[in-house]
């Protein structure tokens, strides 16, 4: 099969790879229809997450048609589409029993915290991911769901990581009916936080970023107000005047770890494992949100991560909420929301490229050239 595979920081092509097999009688082979490029797989292709092996193929975010399942596979057969979430998780551990699909206890043996992810390093279980044209599915009565017949390919893909992070980013925000929320980051999950706190009863939304594309795509899509970090003096003392010196009631940080690093983070990446992330938008949140107010993280950050202003957020009384998004238990309220015409996510896709032509997509997504906010990629497998 063709895939991506990457090579070294900057360094994506694609090649022949052999063609995944059914390893475990649960185990599923999908052939890819959709995939994309999330911004956390940035911090890869930068070299900023630990532990990259050359070789590997990225992706996340798919959905395809399943090619052949395991012996012991009950729930999904040959032919049916589906769409399959990021976290690869057992469903039956002491975390899979309460919803912690993203904390899975049996499929990770590199982490004690993260369970598995399709395509992230071997730092979440050295599992191949989906920008290739075809992806093996473990656990695949478990993970993937047939796609409803009324829901289009492209808001499919965007259920996988991006629309349900950001939902969920907003739901463990706490956001109370008329609460005041700023959202730290315009990419796609931001943008899909934004658009989920109107959901949830916010009486005011501001979205922080410095691109203009983004905050234009926050106003348009997200129906917010904007503002542009690089065009005030002190961003926090922005966000206090915008709420009468308080403070937001709730702020989701849906930056994490910023993907270009800075060259200490890219010297301890690279010699020595470390690679957390600036500190400066969870820093943000802290001091713009009002004493007793909620700060999600829903940004990717690395295992090592110092400097966060973890006095300012006690002594606030501030309760701080994150996680990697358990994605498939978003699902049944996304899919009500989107078949009611509330939610369309495929609105902030900007590109579509071939998957031949993914080092040309991961550089015009890492540049932001042209605009790029949402790049999907296409297989061309038969």
């Avoid at 229809?33 to 940035?42: E, H, P, R, T």
């Avoid at 049916?80 to 057992?90: A, G, K, L, S, T």
């Avoid at 909620?294 to 295992?303: E, H, L, N």
């Amino acid at each position: 099969m063709r895939a991506m595979v990457y090579r070294g920081p900057y360094r994506v092509r694609v090649e022949d790879k052999p063609r995944p097999v059914i390893e475990h009688p649960n185990d599923a082979i999908v052939r890819v229809q959709l995939a994309a490029i999330c911004g956390s797989d940035l911090h890869l292709y930068h070299g900023m997450m630990p532990d990259t092996r050359v070789g590997h193929t990225f992706g996340h975010e798919f959905i395809g048609v399943v090619d052949e399942v395991g012996s012991s596979v009950q729930n999904l057969s040959v032919g049916d589409r589906v769409m399959v979430p990021f976290n690869i998780y057992c469903g039956s551990c002491f975390f899979c029993a309460r919803g912690l699909f993203s904390n899975c206890h049996n499929v990770n043996p590199n982490a004690t915290a993260v369970g598995g992810i399709y395509g992230y390093s071997h730092t979440t279980g050295g599992y191949d991911g989906g920008q290739s044209e075809y992806v093996r599915v473990p656990f695949a009565d478990v993970g993937p769901s047939v796609i409803p017949d009324w829901l289009e390919d492209e808001d499919a893909l965007l259920m996988t990581d991006a629309l349900s992070t950001g939902y969920f980013g907003a739901q463990i925000a706490d956001i109370h009916e008329g609460d005041t929320v700023a959202v730290l980051g315009a990419g796609p999950v931001g943008l899909y936080a934004a658009r989920s706190a109107w959901l949830m009863g916010a009486g005011r939304v501001v979205v922080i970023d410095h691109l203009q594309e983004r905050l234009e795509k926050a106003r348009t899509f997200a129906h917010a107000e904007v503002l542009n970090f690089t065009e005030v003096d002190d961003v926090v003392v922005t966000m206090k005047k915008l709420t009468e010196h308080l403070g937001f009631d709730r702020v989701i940080d849906a930056v994490g770890a910023e993907a270009d690093g800075n060259l200490t983070q890219h010297l301890t990446s690279a010699r020595f494992k470390l690679q957390g992330g600036s500190p400066v938008a969870l820093n943000w949140a802290i001091d713009g949100v009002r004493k007793g107010g909620t700060v999600s993280v829903v940004g990717a950050y690395g295992p090592i991560f110092t400097s966060v202003k973890f006095g300012d957020a006690m002594n606030k009384g501030l309760t701080l909420r994150m996680n990697q998004a358990p994605v498939k238990r978003q699902w049944p309220r996304l899919l009500e929301h989107i078949r009611n015409g509330y939610l369309k996510p495929s609105d902030i896709v900007t590109h579509r490229f071939p998957l031949e032509d993914i080092a040309e997509a991961y550089h015009v997504f890492s540049a932001k050239l042209d605009g790029c906010i949402k790049p999907l990629i296409v297989p061309s497998a038969d």
